[in-house]
Protein backbone atom coordinates (compact mmCIF):
# COMPACT_ATOMS: atom_id res chain seq x y z
CA UNK A 1 0.00 0.00 0.00
CA UNK A 2 1.22 3.49 -0.94
CA UNK A 3 0.27 6.63 0.81
CA UNK A 4 0.36 10.11 0.00
CA UNK A 5 2.59 12.59 2.21
CA UNK A 6 -0.36 15.12 2.47
CA UNK A 7 -3.95 13.08 2.29
CA UNK A 8 -5.37 11.43 6.01
CA UNK A 9 -8.01 9.10 6.15
CA UNK A 10 -10.54 10.46 9.96
CA UNK A 11 -11.72 7.18 11.26
CA UNK A 12 -14.68 6.73 13.79
CA UNK A 13 -16.66 4.11 15.59
CA UNK A 14 -18.47 1.52 13.56
CA UNK A 15 -21.60 2.38 15.18
CA UNK A 16 -21.52 6.01 13.53
CA UNK A 17 -22.83 4.00 10.46
CA UNK A 18 -26.60 3.54 11.24
CA UNK A 19 -26.46 7.11 11.89
CA UNK A 20 -24.91 7.79 8.36
CA UNK A 21 -27.50 5.10 6.74
CA UNK A 22 -30.20 7.51 8.43
CA UNK A 23 -28.66 10.76 7.19
CA UNK A 24 -28.56 9.22 3.51
CA UNK A 25 -32.33 8.39 3.85
CA UNK A 26 -33.17 11.90 4.78
CA UNK A 27 -31.42 13.25 2.07
CA UNK A 28 -32.63 11.12 -1.17
CA UNK A 29 -29.21 9.01 -1.45
CA UNK A 30 -31.06 7.21 -4.05
CA UNK A 31 -29.88 6.20 -7.36
CA UNK A 32 -32.95 4.90 -9.69
CA UNK A 33 -34.96 5.14 -6.65
CA UNK A 34 -32.77 2.68 -4.75
CA UNK A 35 -31.37 3.40 -1.45
CA UNK A 36 -26.98 3.78 -1.71
CA UNK A 37 -25.85 0.51 -1.28
CA UNK A 38 -22.05 0.83 -2.06
CA UNK A 39 -19.44 0.49 0.72
CA UNK A 40 -20.01 2.28 4.26
CA UNK A 41 -17.25 3.88 6.01
CA UNK A 42 -17.68 6.36 8.79
CA UNK A 43 -14.75 8.53 7.17
CA UNK A 44 -13.63 11.55 6.13
CA UNK A 45 -10.49 12.70 4.17
CA UNK A 46 -8.18 15.43 5.62
CA UNK A 47 -5.67 17.56 3.67
CA UNK A 48 -3.40 20.35 5.15
CA UNK A 49 -4.39 24.16 4.73
CA UNK A 50 -1.43 24.12 1.73
CA UNK A 51 -2.86 21.56 -0.18
CA UNK A 52 -6.41 23.61 -0.32
CA UNK A 53 -4.54 27.09 -1.20
CA UNK A 54 -2.48 25.34 -3.75
CA UNK A 55 -5.65 24.54 -5.91
CA UNK A 56 -6.15 28.56 -6.31
CA UNK A 57 -2.82 28.29 -8.58
CA UNK A 58 -4.15 25.08 -10.18
CA UNK A 59 -7.41 26.53 -10.95
CA UNK A 60 -5.52 29.55 -12.55
CA UNK A 61 -3.08 27.07 -14.41
CA UNK A 62 -6.46 25.71 -15.76
CA UNK A 63 -7.52 28.80 -17.14
CA UNK A 64 -4.36 29.54 -18.70
CA UNK A 65 -4.86 26.11 -20.51
CA UNK A 66 -8.01 26.77 -21.39
CA UNK A 67 -6.63 29.77 -23.30
CA UNK A 68 -4.04 28.28 -24.41
CA UNK A 69 -6.03 26.04 -26.40
CA UNK A 70 -8.37 28.38 -27.92
CA UNK A 71 -4.89 29.83 -29.17
CA UNK A 72 -3.59 26.40 -30.65
CA UNK A 73 -6.83 25.85 -32.18
CA UNK A 74 -7.77 29.30 -33.99
CA UNK A 75 -4.29 29.70 -34.70
CA UNK A 76 -4.56 26.11 -36.62
CA UNK A 77 -8.03 26.47 -37.89
CA UNK A 78 -7.00 30.31 -39.70
CA UNK A 79 -2.96 28.53 -41.52
CA UNK A 80 -4.42 25.13 -42.21
CA UNK A 81 -7.89 24.88 -42.73
CA UNK A 82 -9.06 21.39 -41.78
CA UNK A 83 -6.46 19.75 -43.24
CA UNK A 84 -3.82 19.66 -40.29
CA UNK A 85 -3.83 16.16 -38.12
CA UNK A 86 -4.07 17.80 -34.76
CA UNK A 87 -7.48 19.99 -36.06
CA UNK A 88 -8.70 16.51 -37.21
CA UNK A 89 -8.17 15.28 -34.04
CA UNK A 90 -10.39 17.59 -32.34
CA UNK A 91 -12.64 17.41 -34.33
CA UNK A 92 -12.81 13.85 -34.75
CA UNK A 93 -16.25 12.30 -35.23
CA UNK A 94 -18.01 15.94 -35.12
CA UNK A 95 -20.85 16.15 -37.89
CA UNK A 96 -21.01 19.26 -39.60
CA UNK A 97 -23.29 21.47 -36.91
CA UNK A 98 -21.18 20.30 -34.38
CA UNK A 99 -18.11 21.37 -35.95
CA UNK A 100 -19.63 24.89 -36.74
CA UNK A 101 -21.03 25.25 -33.16
CA UNK A 102 -17.18 24.49 -31.91
CA UNK A 103 -15.24 26.69 -34.07
CA UNK A 104 -17.87 29.80 -33.35
CA UNK A 105 -17.20 28.84 -29.89
CA UNK A 106 -13.77 28.76 -30.04
CA UNK A 107 -14.22 32.43 -31.99
CA UNK A 108 -15.63 33.43 -29.29
CA UNK A 109 -12.69 32.39 -27.00
CA UNK A 110 -15.82 30.63 -24.77
CA UNK A 111 -14.35 28.82 -21.72
CA UNK A 112 -16.15 26.70 -19.14
CA UNK A 113 -16.64 28.58 -15.64
CA UNK A 114 -17.04 25.20 -13.81
CA UNK A 115 -14.22 22.77 -14.24
CA UNK A 116 -14.42 19.51 -11.71
CA UNK A 117 -10.47 18.27 -11.29
CA UNK A 118 -10.77 14.68 -10.82
CA UNK A 119 -7.51 13.94 -8.94
CA UNK A 120 -5.38 11.23 -7.81
CA UNK A 121 -4.31 12.72 -4.94
CA UNK A 122 -4.05 16.38 -2.93
CA UNK A 123 -0.83 19.13 -2.25
CA UNK A 124 1.32 17.30 -4.95
CA UNK A 125 2.41 17.63 -8.48
CA UNK A 126 0.95 15.80 -11.22
CA UNK A 127 -2.28 15.18 -9.79
CA UNK A 128 -5.21 15.99 -12.13
CA UNK A 129 -6.00 12.75 -14.30
CA UNK A 130 -8.92 14.82 -16.21
CA UNK A 131 -10.64 17.87 -15.82
CA UNK A 132 -14.81 17.79 -16.36
CA UNK A 133 -16.72 20.61 -17.60
CA UNK A 134 -19.89 19.08 -16.56
CA UNK A 135 -19.94 15.95 -13.90
CA UNK A 136 -22.30 14.79 -12.80
CA UNK A 137 -24.59 14.24 -9.84
CA UNK A 138 -24.36 17.38 -7.84
CA UNK A 139 -27.08 16.72 -5.79
CA UNK A 140 -25.62 13.28 -5.36
CA UNK A 141 -22.51 14.83 -4.03
CA UNK A 142 -23.83 17.66 -2.30
CA UNK A 143 -26.12 15.49 -0.14
CA UNK A 144 -23.17 13.22 0.79
CA UNK A 145 -21.25 16.45 1.75
CA UNK A 146 -23.75 17.17 3.51
CA UNK A 147 -24.82 13.90 5.24
CA UNK A 148 -21.13 13.30 6.15
CA UNK A 149 -20.68 16.63 8.08
CA UNK A 150 -24.12 16.41 9.83
CA UNK A 151 -23.23 13.26 11.20
CA UNK A 152 -19.76 14.15 11.97
CA UNK A 153 -19.55 17.63 12.54
CA UNK A 154 -16.66 19.68 12.11
CA UNK A 155 -13.85 19.12 14.62
CA UNK A 156 -11.60 21.91 16.51
CA UNK A 157 -8.25 22.46 14.32
CA UNK A 158 -10.47 21.39 11.05
CA UNK A 159 -12.54 23.60 8.35
CA UNK A 160 -14.56 22.05 5.65
CA UNK A 161 -12.77 21.97 2.34
CA UNK A 162 -16.08 23.34 0.84
CA UNK A 163 -19.64 23.60 1.27
CA UNK A 164 -21.34 22.42 -1.62
CA UNK A 165 -25.16 23.06 -1.33
CA UNK A 166 -23.59 26.68 -0.93
CA UNK A 167 -21.61 27.00 -3.26
CA UNK A 168 -24.28 26.10 -6.26
CA UNK A 169 -26.73 27.95 -4.32
CA UNK A 170 -23.97 30.93 -5.00
CA UNK A 171 -23.29 30.05 -8.80
CA UNK A 172 -27.25 29.36 -9.76
CA UNK A 173 -28.23 32.67 -7.76
CA UNK A 174 -30.11 35.38 -10.56
CA UNK A 175 -33.02 36.53 -11.08
CA UNK A 176 -35.37 33.65 -13.08
CA UNK A 177 -34.50 29.71 -12.95
CA UNK A 178 -31.33 28.17 -13.36
CA UNK A 179 -31.73 24.47 -14.98
CA UNK A 180 -29.20 21.50 -13.92
CA UNK A 181 -29.13 18.24 -15.39
CA UNK A 182 -27.84 14.41 -15.24
CA UNK A 183 -29.39 11.39 -16.14
CA UNK A 184 -32.14 9.78 -14.87
CA UNK A 185 -31.04 7.85 -12.13
CA UNK A 186 -29.70 10.81 -10.16
CA UNK A 187 -33.62 12.98 -9.88
CA UNK A 188 -33.61 11.81 -5.92
CA UNK A 189 -30.89 13.45 -4.63
CA UNK A 190 -31.15 16.33 -7.47
CA UNK A 191 -34.22 17.17 -5.40
CA UNK A 192 -32.19 17.31 -2.42
CA UNK A 193 -30.13 19.71 -3.99
CA UNK A 194 -33.14 21.73 -5.40
CA UNK A 195 -34.74 22.08 -1.96
CA UNK A 196 -31.32 23.11 -0.58
CA UNK A 197 -30.93 26.01 -2.77
CA UNK A 198 -34.33 27.07 -2.71
CA UNK A 199 -33.81 27.88 1.30
CA UNK A 200 -31.01 29.86 0.09
CA UNK A 201 -32.84 32.26 -2.07
CA UNK A 202 -31.88 30.54 -5.64
CA UNK A 203 -34.59 28.75 -7.71
CA UNK A 204 -33.09 25.64 -9.76
CA UNK A 205 -35.08 22.67 -11.36
CA UNK A 206 -33.29 19.47 -12.56
CA UNK A 207 -33.92 17.87 -16.12
CA UNK A 208 -32.67 14.81 -17.31
CA UNK A 209 -30.53 15.08 -20.37
CA UNK A 210 -32.62 13.22 -22.19
CA UNK A 211 -35.70 15.59 -21.67
CA UNK A 212 -34.52 19.24 -21.64
CA UNK A 213 -36.01 20.17 -24.59
CA UNK A 214 -39.30 19.66 -22.72
CA UNK A 215 -38.74 22.45 -20.44
CA UNK A 216 -37.05 24.79 -22.18
CA UNK A 217 -38.57 26.99 -24.82
CA UNK A 218 -38.02 30.14 -27.02
CA UNK A 219 -40.16 32.92 -26.65
CA UNK A 220 -38.84 35.79 -28.48
CA UNK A 221 -35.79 36.84 -27.46
CA UNK A 222 -36.05 35.05 -24.43
CA UNK A 223 -35.40 31.52 -23.22
CA UNK A 224 -38.47 29.81 -20.94
CA UNK A 225 -38.18 27.20 -18.29
CA UNK A 226 -41.46 25.40 -18.00
CA UNK A 227 -40.98 24.30 -14.06
CA UNK A 228 -43.89 22.41 -13.04
CA UNK A 229 -47.17 24.99 -13.43
CA UNK A 230 -45.29 27.64 -14.24
CA UNK A 231 -42.88 29.20 -16.22
CA UNK A 232 -39.77 31.65 -15.67
CA UNK A 233 -36.99 33.07 -17.45
CA UNK A 234 -33.57 30.87 -18.04
CA UNK A 235 -31.02 32.31 -15.64
CA UNK A 236 -28.26 29.36 -16.19
CA UNK A 237 -28.29 26.23 -17.91
CA UNK A 238 -25.76 23.69 -16.72
CA UNK A 239 -25.70 21.17 -19.55
CA UNK A 240 -22.89 19.77 -21.83
CA UNK A 241 -22.81 17.30 -25.02
CA UNK A 242 -25.49 20.17 -25.98
CA UNK A 243 -25.71 18.66 -29.64
CA UNK A 244 -27.04 15.24 -28.31
CA UNK A 245 -30.37 16.60 -26.94
CA UNK A 246 -31.10 19.41 -28.53
CA UNK A 247 -31.57 20.86 -32.04
CA UNK A 248 -29.25 23.45 -33.57
CA UNK A 249 -31.82 25.93 -33.67
CA UNK A 250 -32.17 26.27 -29.87
CA UNK A 251 -28.29 25.63 -29.20
CA UNK A 252 -28.39 28.92 -31.22
CA UNK A 253 -30.98 30.76 -29.33
CA UNK A 254 -29.06 29.79 -26.22
CA UNK A 255 -25.81 30.72 -27.47
CA UNK A 256 -27.74 34.38 -28.79
CA UNK A 257 -28.94 35.28 -25.33
CA UNK A 258 -25.81 34.17 -23.63
CA UNK A 259 -23.55 36.53 -25.57
CA UNK A 260 -26.32 39.11 -25.22
CA UNK A 261 -25.56 38.58 -21.38
CA UNK A 262 -28.86 37.46 -20.25
CA UNK A 263 -28.32 34.27 -19.67
CA UNK A 264 -25.57 31.69 -18.46
CA UNK A 265 -24.65 29.11 -20.75
CA UNK A 266 -22.41 26.27 -19.57
CA UNK A 267 -20.80 24.57 -20.72
CA UNK A 268 -20.14 26.42 -24.10
CA UNK A 269 -21.65 24.52 -27.56
CA UNK A 270 -18.52 22.94 -28.09
CA UNK A 271 -16.25 19.84 -27.77
CA UNK A 272 -12.96 21.17 -27.69
CA UNK A 273 -12.61 20.91 -24.02
CA UNK A 274 -14.28 17.78 -23.01
CA UNK A 275 -12.08 15.50 -24.87
CA UNK A 276 -8.74 14.13 -23.66
CA UNK A 277 -6.69 14.88 -26.63
CA UNK A 278 -6.01 18.35 -24.92
CA UNK A 279 -4.70 16.99 -21.94
CA UNK A 280 -1.36 16.13 -24.08
CA UNK A 281 -1.10 19.16 -25.75
CA UNK A 282 1.26 20.70 -23.09
CA UNK A 283 3.62 17.62 -23.44
CA UNK A 284 3.52 17.65 -27.16
CA UNK A 285 6.82 19.02 -28.82
CA UNK A 286 5.65 22.50 -30.77
CA UNK A 287 2.77 23.06 -29.09
CA UNK A 288 4.04 23.44 -25.19
CA UNK A 289 5.40 27.25 -25.97
CA UNK A 290 1.21 27.79 -26.15
CA UNK A 291 0.55 26.94 -22.25
CA UNK A 292 1.86 27.96 -18.88
CA UNK A 293 4.57 26.12 -17.45
CA UNK A 294 2.75 25.70 -14.11
CA UNK A 295 -0.08 23.17 -15.85
CA UNK A 296 2.36 20.81 -16.18
CA UNK A 297 3.05 20.86 -13.07
CA UNK A 298 -0.82 20.29 -12.44
CA UNK A 299 -1.89 17.45 -14.85
CA UNK A 300 -0.28 14.39 -15.15
CA UNK A 301 1.73 13.60 -18.03
CA UNK A 302 0.13 12.66 -20.98
CA UNK A 303 1.49 12.15 -24.29
CA UNK A 304 -0.74 11.41 -27.88
CA UNK A 305 -0.88 7.72 -28.71
CA UNK A 306 1.15 7.09 -31.79
CA UNK A 307 0.10 3.84 -33.61
CA UNK A 308 3.61 3.43 -35.39
CA UNK A 309 5.36 3.46 -32.00
CA UNK A 310 5.51 4.08 -28.38
CA UNK A 311 7.23 6.79 -27.64
CA UNK A 312 7.46 6.38 -23.97
CA UNK A 313 10.65 8.19 -23.01
CA UNK A 314 8.47 11.41 -22.30
CA UNK A 315 6.49 9.17 -19.32
CA UNK A 316 9.26 6.34 -18.22
CA UNK A 317 10.26 9.39 -15.80
CA UNK A 318 7.16 9.17 -13.80
CA UNK A 319 6.68 5.27 -13.71
CA UNK A 320 6.69 4.34 -10.19
CA UNK A 321 9.04 1.56 -10.26
CA UNK A 322 12.81 0.81 -10.37
CA UNK A 323 12.72 -0.82 -13.69
CA UNK A 324 11.21 2.14 -15.31
CA UNK A 325 14.03 3.10 -17.65
CA UNK A 326 13.26 -0.27 -19.59
CA UNK A 327 9.72 1.47 -20.91
CA UNK A 328 11.85 4.41 -22.50
CA UNK A 329 13.90 2.23 -24.63
CA UNK A 330 10.80 0.29 -25.97
CA UNK A 331 10.58 0.62 -29.82
CA UNK A 332 7.93 -1.38 -31.01
CA UNK A 333 4.24 -2.16 -29.25
CA UNK A 334 5.67 -6.03 -28.77
CA UNK A 335 8.67 -4.21 -27.11
CA UNK A 336 5.80 -2.93 -24.59
CA UNK A 337 4.02 -6.05 -24.40
CA UNK A 338 7.52 -7.69 -22.98
CA UNK A 339 7.88 -5.38 -20.31
CA UNK A 340 8.05 -6.21 -16.95
CA UNK A 341 4.72 -6.45 -15.56
CA UNK A 342 4.89 -4.21 -12.80
CA UNK A 343 6.16 -1.07 -14.99
CA UNK A 344 4.07 -2.31 -17.80
CA UNK A 345 1.14 -2.11 -15.50
CA UNK A 346 1.49 1.69 -14.85
CA UNK A 347 0.43 2.37 -18.71
CA UNK A 348 -2.64 3.67 -19.13
CA UNK A 349 -4.52 4.41 -22.57
CA UNK A 350 -7.33 6.46 -22.41
CA UNK A 351 -9.24 7.43 -26.04
CA UNK A 352 -8.91 10.96 -26.28
CA UNK A 353 -12.09 11.48 -28.56
CA UNK A 354 -15.37 12.73 -27.29
CA UNK A 355 -17.48 9.89 -28.92
CA UNK A 356 -20.18 9.22 -26.36
CA UNK A 357 -20.07 5.17 -27.17
CA UNK A 358 -16.04 4.90 -27.20
CA UNK A 359 -14.79 6.91 -24.59
CA UNK A 360 -16.49 5.96 -21.28
CA UNK A 361 -18.45 2.93 -19.85
CA UNK A 362 -15.63 0.71 -20.28
CA UNK A 363 -14.61 1.28 -23.64
CA UNK A 364 -12.25 4.12 -23.70
CA UNK A 365 -9.97 3.70 -20.50
CA UNK A 366 -7.19 0.56 -20.18
CA UNK A 367 -4.51 -0.21 -18.05
CA UNK A 368 -1.74 -2.65 -19.82
CA UNK A 369 -1.85 -4.40 -16.78
CA UNK A 370 -2.09 -8.31 -16.77
CA UNK A 371 -0.15 -11.15 -18.36
CA UNK A 372 1.23 -10.65 -22.13
CA UNK A 373 -1.56 -12.27 -23.64
CA UNK A 374 -4.08 -9.50 -21.85
CA UNK A 375 -1.60 -6.38 -22.62
CA UNK A 376 -1.75 -7.64 -26.30
CA UNK A 377 -5.50 -8.26 -26.08
CA UNK A 378 -5.96 -4.69 -24.85
CA UNK A 379 -2.97 -3.45 -27.31
CA UNK A 380 -5.34 -4.90 -30.39
CA UNK A 381 -8.80 -3.00 -29.07
CA UNK A 382 -6.62 0.28 -28.93
CA UNK A 383 -4.41 -0.23 -31.88
CA UNK A 384 -7.34 -1.16 -34.48
CA UNK A 385 -9.45 1.67 -33.19
CA UNK A 386 -6.70 3.98 -33.67
CA UNK A 387 -5.11 2.49 -36.93
CA UNK A 388 -8.50 1.77 -38.55
CA UNK A 389 -10.94 4.81 -37.89
CA UNK A 390 -7.91 7.66 -36.94
CA UNK A 391 -9.31 7.46 -33.68
CA UNK A 392 -7.50 9.90 -30.81
CA UNK A 393 -5.59 8.05 -27.87
CA UNK A 394 -3.28 9.43 -25.08
CA UNK A 395 -1.01 8.09 -23.21
CA UNK A 396 -0.85 8.38 -18.73
CA UNK A 397 1.28 7.20 -16.05
CA UNK A 398 -0.41 5.53 -13.45
CA UNK A 399 -0.20 7.48 -10.70
CA UNK A 400 -2.51 6.40 -7.94
CA UNK A 401 -2.47 5.82 -4.04
CA UNK A 402 -4.02 3.42 -2.09
CA UNK A 403 -4.88 4.35 1.62
CA UNK A 404 -6.08 2.23 4.01
CA UNK A 405 -9.53 2.87 5.01
CA UNK A 406 -12.06 0.84 7.98
CA UNK A 407 -15.14 -0.17 5.74
CA UNK A 408 -17.71 -2.43 5.45
CA UNK A 409 -21.18 -3.48 3.66
CA UNK A 410 -24.69 -2.08 4.03
CA UNK A 411 -25.37 -5.45 5.57
CA UNK A 412 -23.21 -5.17 8.23
CA UNK A 413 -23.27 -2.04 9.33
CA UNK A 414 -21.84 -2.93 12.90
CA UNK A 415 -18.44 -4.21 12.00
CA UNK A 416 -15.51 -2.23 9.97
CA UNK A 417 -12.88 -4.13 7.98
CA UNK A 418 -9.03 -2.15 7.06
CA UNK A 419 -9.12 -2.68 3.04
CA UNK A 420 -6.41 -0.91 1.23
CA UNK A 421 -8.61 1.17 -1.52
CA UNK A 422 -7.79 3.59 -4.51
CA UNK A 423 -8.89 7.15 -4.19
CA UNK A 424 -10.19 9.95 -6.09
CA UNK A 425 -10.72 13.70 -5.55
CA UNK A 426 -13.55 15.28 -7.38
CA UNK A 427 -12.42 19.15 -6.88
CA UNK A 428 -15.07 21.69 -8.15
CA UNK A 429 -14.06 25.30 -9.54
CA UNK A 430 -15.99 27.86 -10.57
CA UNK A 431 -13.49 29.81 -12.94
CA UNK A 432 -14.19 33.52 -13.59
CA UNK A 433 -16.03 34.90 -16.56
CA UNK A 434 -13.02 37.95 -16.80
CA UNK A 435 -9.21 36.24 -16.78
CA UNK A 436 -7.22 36.97 -13.43
CA UNK A 437 -10.19 36.88 -11.26
CA UNK A 438 -9.63 34.75 -8.48
CA UNK A 439 -11.32 31.63 -9.08
CA UNK A 440 -13.46 29.88 -6.78
CA UNK A 441 -13.26 26.52 -4.89
CA UNK A 442 -16.87 25.20 -4.20
CA UNK A 443 -15.96 22.17 -2.89
CA UNK A 444 -15.54 18.05 -3.50
CA UNK A 445 -15.77 14.85 -2.18
CA UNK A 446 -13.99 11.71 -2.10
CA UNK A 447 -14.32 8.70 -3.68
CA UNK A 448 -12.55 5.57 -2.45
CA UNK A 449 -12.89 1.89 -4.09
CA UNK A 450 -11.46 -1.52 -4.81
CA UNK A 451 -10.92 -1.09 -7.86
CA UNK A 452 -8.05 1.56 -9.64
CA UNK A 453 -10.71 3.45 -11.38
CA UNK A 454 -13.09 3.86 -8.21
CA UNK A 455 -15.93 2.60 -10.11
CA UNK A 456 -19.39 2.23 -8.78
CA UNK A 457 -19.31 4.62 -5.71
CA UNK A 458 -22.81 5.67 -6.87
CA UNK A 459 -24.86 3.01 -8.04
CA UNK A 460 -23.37 -0.34 -7.84
CA UNK A 461 -24.30 -2.71 -4.90
CA UNK A 462 -20.76 -3.47 -2.82
CA UNK A 463 -20.27 -6.98 -1.50
CA UNK A 464 -18.05 -9.82 -0.82
CA UNK A 465 -17.49 -12.25 -2.88
CA UNK A 466 -16.90 -16.29 -1.93
CA UNK A 467 -12.92 -16.09 -2.03
CA UNK A 468 -13.64 -13.05 0.16
CA UNK A 469 -12.13 -10.41 -2.03
CA UNK A 470 -14.46 -7.20 -1.57
CA UNK A 471 -15.64 -5.25 -4.15
CA UNK A 472 -17.71 -1.88 -4.33
CA UNK A 473 -16.70 2.18 -3.44
CA UNK A 474 -17.89 4.70 -1.38
CA UNK A 475 -17.89 9.00 -1.14
CA UNK A 476 -17.19 10.75 1.98
CA UNK A 477 -16.42 14.41 2.63
CA UNK A 478 -13.01 16.46 2.28
CA UNK A 479 -11.92 18.54 5.39
CA UNK A 480 -9.03 20.88 5.79
CA UNK A 481 -6.27 21.45 8.82
CA UNK A 482 -6.39 25.38 9.82
CA UNK A 483 -2.59 25.46 10.27
Known amino acids: MTTSTAVEIIARPPHRNRDLIAEFGRNHLRYDGAPFAGLLSPTSTLIPAAARTRLYGDARAIDGWYEGLLDLYLELLNTHGSDHDLIRALEWCLDDDMRRLQRESAARRDRPRIARLDCVDLGSDHFVTEVQWKGAGEGWLAAIDRSYRTVFPIEDGHRPFGDLVASWAGVFTGAGCSVNTGRRGWGDAEQFLNTEVAALGTTLTWSDFDDITKILRVDGDRILVDAGDRSEPLNHLFLDRLTEVMPTNLIDALVTAATAGTIV ?31 RKTLIPTILLDPGQPDLARLSPFLRHDDRDAAAHADSWDDVVNLPEPVRSLIVLKCGSIDQYHNHGGQGVFRLDGSPEQATATLKTVLDRAITHNEPWVIQPYLGHQWQVPATVMSRPDELTPLDLHAKFGVYLHLHRNRGVTPRILGGVASLGTTWKVSGASKTPAYISADGTWHGAFRHDIRVTDA
Open 265 to 295: LDTPPSYLFNQKVPLALPFTPGYEHYFPDDI
